[in-house]
């Protein structure tokens, strides 16, 4: 055997105690340490596809959950209302179909936190113009009504609408 023979068979032994090590095999002969390795693989692939199928499975429960109705509630404060709106998703001008609810109740925004980006929060304090019959339960049902609007894609048509104007 040549010098340089020996060199490749030392290097080929070393790959396969490496792969010995890898796979947890036991085995002593390059035969086995490459069977025990391919049985290795297999048992990595039927984890990857459980994996997926995890994944899938908590992807669609995701999707049911995003899929739940938003949450809004309204408090009294004084002469004022004290308004929380959730939802899971945001659609581009649900913010503004909000805030024309209010005014079409006559509610000005006295302050008001939002944030819009994957989800939509609002916590908006309103104080009452002069419009009477106005109560907790009338202020939500307005908001929810806009954001079913913007849901359903009225909002995102005029939200564009409004953008080329």
């Not at 954001?147 to 939200?159: A, L």
Request: charged content about 25%; glycine content about 6%.
């Amino acid at each position: 055997m040549t010098s340089r023979e020996r060199k490749k068979a030392a290097g080929l032994h070393e790959k396969l105690q490496i792969l010995r090590s890898i796979t947890h095999s036991r085995a002593m002969n390059d035969t086995s340490i490459v069977l025990d390795a391919s049985e290795y693989i297999k048992e990595l692939k039927n984890k990857v596809v459980s994996l997926k199928q995890e994944i899938a499975f908590e992807e669609e429960s995701g999707a049911l959950k995003q899929d739940s109705s938003p949450t809004v509630t309204v408090e009294t404060l004084g002469h004022g209302f004290l308004v929380n709106v959730f939802s899971d998703k945001s659609c581009p001008g649900l913010l503004v179909s909000i805030l024309e609810a209010f005014d079409e109740l006559g509610l000005s925004v006295l302050e008001a936190t939002a944030s819009c980006a994957d989800t939509f929060r609002l916590e908006a304090v309103g104080g009452e113009n002069q419009v009477e019959n106005v109560d907790e339960h009338v202020i939500k049902q307005a908001v929810l009504q806009a954001i079913r609007t913007c849901s359903e894609g009225d909002c995102q048509q005029e939200h564009v609408s409004t953008q080329q104007a």
